[in-house]
């Protein structure tokens, strides 16, 4: 049985930061393509980071602020965030998946099958 759970939130002033991570059992995350998605109060889940392959990918929002990592060994992904701003507050999800496709697909939450309950960050000004 697959299981992702997050861990590593919670609220923190804007410029701030935090460090994200997700326990992956029942797989292998190296094999798999490895994202983080976060989700506001009334908007849509978006994509914010993807490691697949050993490449990292990065919603525009968050380049140069984020870094997704992981540690093959203990099977756990990380977000490393600096710099947090107000509207990078949501709840962070851990996803997993076989996409298929180019670098688009690698941050729509519909590819991925596996996914975590989510971990609450809030950031204020």
């Known amino acids: 049985q697959v299981q992702l759970v997050e861990s590593g939130g919670g609220s923190v002033q804007a410029g701030g930061s935090l460090r994200l991570s997700c326990a992956a059992s029942g797989l292998a995350s190296s094999t798999y393509d490895m994202a983080w998605f976060r989700q506001a109060p009334g908007k849509e889940r978006e994509g914010v980071a993807v490691i697949a392959s050993g490449d990292s990918m990065y919603a525009e929002s968050v380049k140069g602020r984020f870094t997704i990592s992981q540690d093959n060994d203990t099977n756990i992904l990380y977000l490393q965030m600096n710099s947090l701003k107000p509207e990078d507050t949501g709840l962070y999800y851990c996803?997993?998946?076989?996409?298929?496709?180019?670098?688009?697909?690698?941050?729509?939450?519909?590819?991925?099958?596996?996914w975590g309950q989510g971990t609450q960050v809030t950031v204020s000004s």
């Open positions: 996803a997993a998946g076989t996409i298929y496709g180019g670098p688009w697909h690698l941050l729509q939450p519909f590819f991925y099958t596996y």
